[in-house]
Structures are given as C-alpha cells and as structure tokens.
C-alpha cells in the first residue's frame, strides 16, 4: 500500500494488546502478504462503533486502522508518510 492514495479501506489482519479489555491496542497487522508492526500509536479515539488508531508502522507510514467492533473488523482508511517527529 503506498502513501497518499486511497486505501479503499481495505480490510486488514490486526493483531492487538489485549489487557484488562479485548482488542485494546494494534501491536501488528498483515496487508495481504506484508505483515507491518506498530512502532508508535500517534493517536486514537473512539466512536459509537467504531474505534480509530493513528498508528506509525515500521515501514515508516502512518497508518489509520478502523475497528469495527459490532463486526470485529479491521480496516486501513488512510496511509500517509511521516511528516516531523511521532
């Protein structure tokens, strides 16, 4: 997947941290045969049913993952690369 084109929000394989809650945290995730892991998460919020990591990967790329919780779905939304410090 390469920085600045739409991602279609392609679906993702997401490993995640899983503390006192399920899915708390991406810590790896595979696009098609690339397998990526989180170096930073830059940012996160929640919705209703959506949950949203800004994530920089070891690529260099930041990534917005989606988690859609009613579906327990991972999507990629958007890749951009790295603009100053995370």
Known sequence: MKPGKPADQRPVEV???SG?????RP????????KRVVENIVDQWHGE???YFKVL???SLVYLLR?????????????KERVGRH
């Open 67 to 79: 988690h859609d919780r009613d579906r327990d779905s991972w999507t990629v939304v958007d890749v």
């Open 27 to 34: 810590v790896s995730f595979r696009i098609g045969d690339e």
């Open 57 to 59: 990967a070891d690529d």
């Open 49 to 51: 049913d959506h949950a």
């Open 15 to 17: 490993q995640c941290y």
């Open 20 to 24: 006192y809650k399920a899915d708390e």
